[in-house]
């Protein structure tokens, strides 16, 4: 075997590319074909399909093993003809040439571009300034590929689960901050009968002391009957006096305060009830669910943001049956709707209208208000996770990508129309007997 001169390798520097270089001593010029047809036998070349003819340095061309197997070896006399010629004679002067610094997807799609089928050569590898630095293996660019493919779609996969996850745990989230606007809510809708129910109390516990100083006092006079005129006269005196500080026609007054003190204790439980229904974080699905029932706990626990701006409530309940829902998700469903058209209002004409009907398997809720409207460039978008218009601090954008999300979960529909200045519609068709099998 012919020996060819070595030829200094610069070092391969580490990347992408680098890590599949082979540092194939290159031919030279002065190579016989006769010398490259050798140096394709090493073992050390037996993968490569071309070896590269290199001259201080710089890349002159290739030469294949499928040439030189073609015009020379399977030739008639082809040995003897060129076995002595310069391999430059068969060389391919304009092989595939590849910066060791590109990415493997740059190289395959160079590969792509500039090699064909069937594959008879590899492509040569130079550094920065041009100089050959080893040689690259077509088949083993296309493996890293399909292997670095592997490797996205499982990042993919697992960027997916990690997703679903977090949107599970945005909705938990979601309701943790409306839970905690619901409950600063509700602390300001029981302060109101809360204060009554107080000043009534304190009015009962001072007037009660002078009641029963008049009761005394009456029981004085019976007593003091058939005796002495002094006694008598005592007796007089003090139911006089206990008069002048209670008047028994006062006693009716305090019964109607003792009446309202029991309303407002009524309305303060309704309420404490409504945060019970809504506070239960559980998504168990319930059959017989009324829809109706649900609506009226979401005006409850609404209410504040309705009062507000003293929007008034139009209910047009239709025949509905009862549905298969997760009532808690329904509840944080109809408040988001609720919250939204209460916000969109910025009138005191505000008007919101609940409309329930029942059509083909579904139960439909419409919530229409009559608030400043959404333009129709902002509409197509309203569902989208954290699109908001409302200014940094006052809405996160999640609201309408959770309702969407929950009643979506449960077989159902959820779409807006609205009109800018006019008002926005939104209905929810839920399905009567529920998705099954399927949980939120
Ligand atoms: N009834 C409505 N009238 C007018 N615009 C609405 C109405 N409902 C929703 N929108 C528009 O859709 C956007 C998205 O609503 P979504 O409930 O998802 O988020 P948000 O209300 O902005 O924030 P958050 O619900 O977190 O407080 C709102 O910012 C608003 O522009
Ligand atoms: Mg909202």
Not at 64 to 70: I, S
Not at 149 to 163: F, K, M, P
């Amino acid at each position: 075997m012919s020996s060819l001169p070595p030829v200094a390798l610069a070092p391969a520097p580490p990347g992408d590319l680098a890590a599949l270089i082979a540092p194939v001593p290159p031919l030279t010029p002065a190579c016989t074909v006769q010398q490259a047809g050798e140096r394709f036998l090493e073992p050390a070349v037996a993968g490569l399909l071309s070896l590269p003819i290199v001259e201080r340095g710089r890349v002159l061309g290739c030469v294949t093993r499928h040439e030189l197997m073609m015009r020379v070896y399977m030739q008639p006399y082809g040995r003897e003809l060129h076995a002595r010629r310069p391999v430059t004679a068969l060389m391919n002067a304009a092989p595939l040439v590849i910066a060791v610094d590109s990415a493997i997807e740059a190289a395959g799609q160079l590969i792509g571009a500039r090699i064909q089928s069937p594959i008879t050569e590899d492509f040569v590898v130079t550094d920065a300034a041009g100089d050959y630095v080893g040689m690259g293996v077509v088949l083993d660019v296309l493996r890293a590929l399909e292997a670095r493919v592997g490797e996205h779609t499982r990042e993919l996969e697992s960027a997916y689960r990690r997703l679903k996850a977090s949107q599970n745990q945005l909705i938990q989230s979601e309701k943790l901050a409306s839970l905690g606007q619901l409950v600063a809510g509700l602390a300001h809708e029981i302060n109101t009968p809360l204060g009554y129910v107080q000043n009534n109390v304190e009015m009962v516990r001072n007037h009660l002391p002078a009641a029963a100083e008049t009761l005394a006092a009456y029981a004085g006079v019976l007593d003091a009957a058939g005796g002495d005129d002094a006694t008598a006269a005592q007796s007089a005196q003090r139911l006089d006096d206990a008069l002048a500080a209670f008047d028994p026609a006062l006693c009716g007054d305090l019964a109607s305060l003792l009446d309202d003190t029991l309303h407002g204790v009524h309305q303060i439980a309704d309420l404490v009830a409504s945060l019970k229904d809504y506070s239960r974080i559980d998504q168990a699905r319930s059959e017989n669910v009324d829809l109706h029932g649900l609506i009226e706990s979401a005006l409850r626990i609404g209410g504040h943001l309705l009062r507000r701006r003293d929007v008034q409530v139009r209910r047009q309940f239709g025949e509905i049956a009862p549905v298969t829902c997760a009532p808690a998700q329904i509840n944080q469903v109809l408040l988001n709707l609720i919250g939204n058209a209460a916000q969109a209002i910025e009138h005191d004409r505000g008007i919101i209208a609940i409309r329930t009907q029942a059509s083909g398997g579904y139960a439909m809720i419409a919530v229409q208000d009559n608030g400043k409207g959404i333009p129709p460039d902002v509409l197509p978008r309203i569902f989208e996770p954290f699109f908001t218009t409302k200014p940094v601090g006052q809405g996160t954008g999640l609201g309408l990508s959770i309702c969407q999300q929950i009643v979506q979960a449960h077989g159902g529909r959820i779409a807006a129309t609205s009109t800018p200045g006019v008002g926005t519609r939104f209905v929810v068709a839920l399905p009567v007997a529920g998705r099954s099998g399927a949980r939120a």
